[in-house]
């Protein structure tokens, strides 16, 4: 469904990535790792055309995402949660979940997600920047379900959370993955990944180094310890 | 004596908020273009300018308050496909090529329309008593029209999914992106309004004020001023320091003169910029 060859782009004159390719099946929950500053950040910003990209492909559904504007990958089922969570702390977080609909959103998905997310239906009138980080998260995350992704991309979502939030966040990942939508997930949190992801991919310097099954990298603890630096 | 500075502190308080409005499209643009739009006061200049020529041309000054404004959108955003969006994020650049459409819309407006000063006169004649002075009805009307503008335009950011976008692209336009917004286009829509309020500003000062090709030069700093004392970004506060400059220099000119009244203001400035360098209202709407 999502299809990545040879990715490369740069920042300033700084390459970045140096020829990315991934791949990501319907349904599919995909991790992305790799330690910091290895480009996993920039390889989603550069898929969705947030980050110019100089060489390589990018196609979604069969379609080819070449010459398409940035702002036009959200209707094509794209959904993008950011590292940070990209949160606008002075709109409501009404505001913010309804952001990226034309109008108001249906009433079935709204009365849906407020009901499994009771804390922000509470605080729906209230400034989103008087949210705590793992409800920002949450708000982040269902602003992306409300328009109907069949693909979500999520950067380090447990990143900087409470750890008793963590699992709530593992677990709303994991219901998304079992709706058949599809997840590439950036993770630092190793375990968070292999237990969400099918498939893993291993990211070193700007290129995808490593391939495997969570199993498969169980298997193999040395690579692990090569490529992300920690102990299984 | 105190009748004359009352009477100044109100026409400061006129001017402030006719100032206000066009200095909130200044500001509107700089926080969500990061440009510094030296050719603002000149778009005001253009909007005295098409009010005074619209109303001769139809004999309505209504018509020219309502069809400037919408005019002033339009070349908004001509100005902004043309001149702004090739030079998007490259704030120093923006200076050099504002200060080129400054000196261009000056000229165009020398050479069509002449250079001779010109007054308008006042769609509503008369004067009301007010506090024990007789004030001009117009320059009544004219704060009004002004408030009621500015009044507007918080409703149309706070409640309405344009604004909303607006909003959002200002503060993080990648996400923004993300989300779906067509972010080029809020955009040349911002750059667009702040123009239209700058002529629309224009429109409603026409009466009181001189005009002619140069008036835009004189309103430009005291804009500027605003933005840097309400805190770059502030909206609500530039409107604040619009209004609280005015009625400054207002009562100061009444016991010396605008010289000295405008040392004044540019003292306030310094000492925001020294003291609180996020503006006389930091913190309040941060
Ligand atoms: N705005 C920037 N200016 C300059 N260099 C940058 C910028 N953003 C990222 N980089 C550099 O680009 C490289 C890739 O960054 P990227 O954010 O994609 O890494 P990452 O794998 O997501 O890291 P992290 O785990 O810390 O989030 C890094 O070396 C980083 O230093
Ligand atoms: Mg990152």
């Known amino acids: 469904m999502l299809s990545v060859a040879g990715l490369t782009a740069d920042i300033g004159r700084i390459p970045v990535l140096k020829g990315v390719s991934i791949s990501v099946a319907p349904g599919e929950t995909v991790a992305l790792l790799g330690r910091n500053g290895v480009g996993k950040t920039s390889t989603l910003r550069a898929v969705l055309g947030l980050l110019r990209r100089t060489g390589g492909s990018v196609s979604y559904q069969g379609q080819d995402l070449g010459g398409l504007a940035p702002h036009r990958l959200a209707a094509l089922g794209l959904g993008y949660v950011p590292q940070g969570r990209g ?56 602003r992306c379900l409300i328009m109907r992704p069949s693909l979500i991309m999520l950067d380090e979502p447990t990143e900087g959370i409470m750890p008793k939030l963590v699992s709530q966040i593992r ?43 969570p199993a498969a990298l169980r298997e193999t603890p040395d690579t692990v310890h090569r490529y992300l630096g920690v102990a299984l | 004596m105190s009748d004359v500075v009352l009477a100044l502190a109100i026409n400061g308080l006129v001017w402030g908020l006719i100032i206000a409005l066009i200095a909130l499209g200044l500001s509107i643009i700089f926080g969500l273009l990061d440009i510094i739009n030296v050719a603002h006061g000149d778009l005001f200049m253009v909007g005295t300018v098409g ?16 069809l400037v404004p919408v005019l002033g959108f339009v070349l908004g955003l001509v100005l902004e496909r043309v001149v702004i969006r090739p030079t998007i994020r490259q704030a120093a650049l923006t200076i050099v090529t504002t200060f080129g459409l400054s000196m261009m819309l000056q000229e165009a407006v020398r050479a069509t329309y002449g250079a001779q000063p010109r007054r308008m006169a006042p769609p509503i004649e008369g004067t009301v008593p007010l506090f024990g002075i007789d004030y001009d009805v117009y320059r009544i009307a004219a704060a009004l029209f002004a408030a009621l503008a500015l009044a507007g335009f918080f409703l149309f950011l706070q409640r309405t999914k344009l604004g909303t976008w607006i909003r959002a692209v200002r503060h993080d336009p990648e996400t923004a992106t993300a989300l779906g917004i067509p972010v080029a286009r809020i955009c040349g829509i911002t750059f667009a309004l702040g123009t239209a309020m700058a002529a629309l500003g224009g429109v409603i000062a026409a009466p009181i004020t001189t005009v002619e090709f140069r008036t835009g030069v004189d309103i430009l700093p005291f804009c500027f001023m605003a933005v840097v004392i309400g805190g770059l970004g502030n909206l609500q506060g530039t409107v604040a320091a619009a209004v609280l400059l005015a009625v400054m220099e207002g009562v100061v000119t ?27 209202f930091a913190g309040a709407t941060r």
């Open chain 1, 87 to 142: 949160i606008f702390p002075l709109l409501t977080v009404e505001d913010n979940l309804c952001l990226g609909l034309k109008g108001k959103p249906p009433a079935d998905l709204f009365a849906e997600l407020y009901e499994r997310f009771p804390r922000l239906a509470e605080r729906r009138r209230q400034a989103a920047g008087t949210l705590s980080g793992g409800e920002q998260q949450i708000l982040a995350i269902a």
């Open chain 1, 171 to 213: 677990t709303e990942i994991a219901a998304i993955a079992k709706r058949g939508i599809a997840v590439l997930i950036v993770e630092q949190n190793l375990r968070t990944a292999l237990r969400l992801a099918d498939r893993v991919y291993l990211m070193e310097r700007g290129q995808v180094v490593h391939e495997a099954t």
């Open chain 2, 51 to 66: 009010g005074l020529a619209v109303t001769v041309a139809t004999g309505s000054f209504w018509l020219a308050l309502v």
């Open chain 2, 254 to 280: 009444s016991v010396s003169d605008p010289t000295v009244a405008r040392i004044v203001s540019l003292a306030v400035m310094s000492g925001v910029l020294l003291f609180r360098p996020h503006g006389l």
